[in-house]
């Protein structure tokens, strides 16, 4: 079985020059050649270095894959189901960012109320297509969830994701996506003697559950400054 499902995905390779969800980024897509079910991705950086930007990038290409060249929503199924959980944030915020993002307008102008009667119509028509045109994306509100509501949420749209592709079509090859924002906000299962046992616990078990359903995973975590104390420190 394990042989045949081997050869399986290297045929669908050869067929589609390339399988799973790409990033979007060209030098980044051509070294781990797209995600595929059951992956999880720790993406890390500096508080401030783009990791939210990074992930909402999914929904923007969810978003330009599901719009008409006339900006239009299209009238079918795009194939992509994301979930985003803003564990660090309100769900308002994320979507602020990504109205703003699509609309080409600075999110300062927007907290400052500083917009023009052009801005309003931009994000009126951008909230239209992440309204009509994004049937497969949802973006989770709660501030600190808990590990077991992410586990059982991946588990629900991996069962969704399949009810969905077998109703409408099975040659959709982009896999489900969890995007949390991020795996640091996350409260634990149980409470262990430091937070580096509950983090990873917490990983363990988000990734288990990722494989056992073929959905994708891509968390963000900020990096700490411990290594800025260390001798011969990069």
Same mark, same amino acid.
């Given at each position: 079985?394990?042989?045949?499902?081997?050869?399986?995905?290297?045929?669908?390779?050869?067929?589609?020059?390339?399988?799973?969800?790409?990033?979007?980024?060209?030098?980044?897509?051509?070294?781990?050649?797209?995600?595929?079910?059951?992956?999880?991705?720790?993406?890390?950086?500096?508080?401030?270095?783009?990791?939210?930007?990074?992930?909402?990038?999914?929904?923007?290409?969810?978003?330009?894959?599901?719009?008409?060249?006339?900006?239009?929503?299209?009238?079918?199924?795009?194939?992509?189901?994301?979930?985003?959980?803003?564990?660090?944030?309100?769900?308002?915020?994320?979507?602020?960012?990504?109205?703003?993002?699509?609309?080409?307008?600075?999110?300062?102008?927007?907290?400052?109320?500083?917009?023009?009667?052009?801005?309003?119509?931009?994000?009126?028509?951008?909230?239209?297509?992440?309204?009509?045109?994004?049937?497969?994306?949802?973006?989770?509100?709660?501030?600190?969830?808990?590990?077991?509501?992410?586990?059982?949420?991946?588990?629900?749209?991996?069962?969704?994701?399949?009810?969905?592709?077998?109703?409408?079509?099975?040659?959709?090859?982009?896999?489900?996506? @969890?995007?949390?924002? %991020?795996?640091?906000?996350? +409260?634990?299962? #149980?409470? /262990?003697? !430091?937070?580096?046992?509950?983090?990873?616990?917490?990983?363990?078990?988000?990734?288990?559950?990722?494989?056992?359903?073929?959905? @994708?995973?891509?968390? %963000?975590?900020?990096?700490? +400054?411990?290594? #800025?104390? /260390?001798? !011969?420190?990069?």
């Amino acid at each position: 079985d394990v042989i045949r499902t081997v050869f399986k995905n290297i045929t669908e390779k050869a067929k589609r020059k390339g399988i799973g969800t790409t990033f979007g980024l060209a030098e980044l897509d051509s070294y781990v050649n797209g995600l595929l079910p059951g992956n999880l991705i720790i993406v890390g950086s500096r508080p401030g270095g783009g990791k939210t930007s990074f992930c909402l990038e999914f929904i923007h290409q969810a978003l330009d894959r599901n719009t008409t060249p006339d900006g239009k929503p299209k009238e079918t199924w795009g194939g992509d189901d994301i979930l985003f959980i803003a564990a660090g944030e309100r769900a308002s915020a994320v979507i602020e960012k990504i109205l703003c993002a699509r609309a080409s307008i600075e999110p300062r102008f927007l907290r400052a109320c500083r917009l023009r009667e052009q801005h309003f119509r931009d994000l009126i028509q951008q909230a239209d297509l992440l309204y009509k045109g994004g049937p497969g994306i949802a973006v989770a509100d709660g501030l600190y969830p808990r590990t077991m509501d992410v586990l059982l949420a991946i588990q629900s749209l991996g069962s969704h994701a399949r009810q969905r592709r077998t109703e409408f079509s099975d040659d959709c090859h982009r896999p489900p996506i @969890v995007i949390i924002d %991020s795996i640091q906000h996350l +409260r634990p299962l #149980r409470d /262990r003697q !430091n937070r580096h046992q509950e983090i990873t616990e917490t990983v363990r078990e988000i990734r288990c559950t990722a494989d056992n359903v073929g959905v @994708v995973v891509v968390a %963000s975590s900020p990096l700490n +400054r411990f290594h #800025r104390t /260390r001798e !011969n420190a990069w």
